[in-house]
T-cell receptor, first 113, second 111 residues
């Protein structure tokens, strides 16, 4: 009955590698997001998709490529990982509408060594 | 100027007291305001949202919004040690589906 689920929970990898994080929501929401939370706990939006269409791309390096095969899934692929990519990545979803709150997944802690 | 500003804290209050958390935002077109709680190592969870000027109460929590002053606050009455967490203020910027977060205020409730 998990609402927003993302995998893996932990990801440890070396610089230069490519990795993917997957996210799925069963809430019937139209909009999905990727947020990055750095070591200072600041949550910054990266991407937003509405019904499979990219609507927000917040000047994220093009090593990050989101993909939404359908409105219930949003994946994040990261090429050529760098030390600065180490963070917790949260997937979230919401209904369309300005008053709609975000529902977060449990996060993926990415550590690049 | 940051879009959403919060005092990082920590804010320490004794058990049973009222905790007052504050947030200011820069975009006058902001329409919806959210308070999330995040325990260490966990994901943010929604506590309350507000979009009209005034107060909104839910149990021990009261959200207050003053759009003229671009200010939103969260009051926690009868604070409990289990309320110790980081509280994130978030704002939905008008016009598009984008929720921007403040840096969060760490609350410590002392037994």
């Amino acid at each position: 009955d998990t609402a927003v689920s993302q995998t893996p929970k932990y990801l440890v990898t070396q610089m230069g590698n490519d990795k993917s994080i997957k996210c799925e929501q069963n809430l019937g929401h139209d909009t999905m997001y990727w947020y990055k939370q750095d070591s200072k706990k600041f949550l910054k939006i990266m991407f937003s998709y509405n019904n499979k269409e990219l609507i927000i791309n917040e000047t994220v390096p093009n090593r990050f490529s989101p993909k939404s095969p359908d409105k219930a899934h949003l994946n994040l692929h990261i090429n050529s990982l760098e030390l600065g990519d180490s963070a917790v990545y949260f997937c979230a979803s919401s209904q369309v509408g300005r008053h709609s709150p975000l529902h977060f997944g449990n996060g993926t802690r990415l550590t690049v060594t | 100027q940051k879009e959403v500003e919060q005092n990082s804290g920590p804010l320490s209050v004794p058990e049973g007291a009222i905790a007052s958390l504050n947030c200011t935002y820069s975009d006058r077109g902001s329409q919806s305001f959210f308070w999330y709680r995040q325990y260490s190592g966990k994901s943010p969870e929604l506590i309350m949202f507000i979009y009209s000027n005034g107060d909104k109460e839910d149990g021990r929590f009261t959200a207050q919004l003053n759009k003229a002053s671009q200010y939103v606050s969260l009051l926690i009455r009868d604070s409990q040690p289990s309320d110790s967490a980081t509280y994130l203020c978030a704002v939905n910027i008008a016009g598009y589906q984008k929720v921007t977060f403040g840096t969060g205020t760490k609350l410590q409730v002392i037994p």
